[in-house]
C-alpha cells in the first residue's frame, strides 16, 4: 500500500468520526399556563424534536428551538394544547475534521387538552 493510499484511507475515516453529547435539562410540569378552573385531560405520550446545523460554529439551543419542540409534539396529538410532566435535553452532534456542528433539542412528555370550564 503507497503512502498516497494510506493518507487517503486516513482522511476518509478521520472526516466520518463524530462525537455525539447528550445533556438532561430535567423535567418541566407543563408547557404553557393554564387557568386554575380549567379541565385538564390526558391523551397520550409524544416526543417533539428541532435540530439546527451550523458550519464553524456551535449552536446555543434558544427558545424558539423549545417552542418548535413542544410543537412537533403537539401535533402528533390533534386537540391536544399542552404538553404536562416534559423532559428536555439538548443533543449536540460534531464532526472534528469539518467544523459541522447540528444542534438537537427533544422534549418528551405527555400531551394532553385543557379546556377552560
Known amino acids: 500500500m503507497s503512502v498516497r493510499n494510506l493518507c487517503l484511507i486516513c482522511l476518509v475515516a478521520g472526516s466520518t468520526a463524530s462525537c455525539t453529547i447528550e445533556y438532561p435539562l430535567g423535567q418541566t410540569h407543563q ?3 393554564t387557568y386554575p378552573e380549567s379541565q385538564v385531560t390526558p391523551l397520550q405520550n409524544v416526543h417533539g424534536e428541532a435540530t ?5 460554529s456551535s449552536i446555543q439551543f434558544t427558545g424558539q428551538m423549545k417552542q418548535e419542540a413542544i ?3 403537539l401535533a402528533q396529538v390533534p386537540g391536544s394544547n399542552v404538553l404536562l410532566n416534559y423532559h428536555e435535553s439538548v ?5 472534528p ?5 447540528t444542534t438537537t433539542y427533544s422534549v418528551q412528555g ?3 387538552e385543557a379546556e377552560v370550564k
Not at 91 to 95: A, F, G, P, S, V
Open 91 to 95: 443533543k449536540i452532534l460534531m464532526l
Open 110 to 112: 405527555m400531551a394532553a
Open 52 to 56: 439546527e446545523t451550523a458550519f464553524g
Open 71 to 73: 410543537d412537533n409534539a
Open 97 to 101: 475534521i469539518l467544523p459541522v456542528n
Open 31 to 33: 408547557s404553557n399556563f
